[in-house]
């Protein structure tokens, strides 16, 4: 097996995913982050259709190494009945999805031919 060096992530990505019932859940949450966060991080656009490979409505928090530890160990408590997917960015779109991917919540299949 080859061992990548961690320098190889260049930033990470967490999807918050919800539906129609919990669409105001999301946005309150989102809220929270944005204002726990006050623009250490970006917050993508609130998506309520699939798009890419996430097979449900989501929006992305953008963010860096800094925060990591903090903003993922806050999600991961705080996440409540929301599902979130988190990458890393190393340049492998395909590879960052399927394989060096981590749920918090229940995971979802992807849509992984909108990666190739």
Known sequence: MTFRDTSAIESWHAHIYFDAKSRDAAWAF????D???NGKLKL???HERPVGPHP???YQLAFGHEQF???V???TLNHGALDIFLHPNTGDALRDHRDAAVWIGHSHQLVLD???
């Open 30 to 33: 989102r809220e929270q982050i």
């Open 35 to 37: 204002a726990l966060w």
């Open 44 to 46: 993508g656009r609130f």
């Open 56 to 58: 449900m409505w989501s």
């Open 69 to 71: 530890a903090e903003l």
């Open 73 to 75: 160990g806050w999600l």
């Open 114 to 116: 909108a990666l190739k």
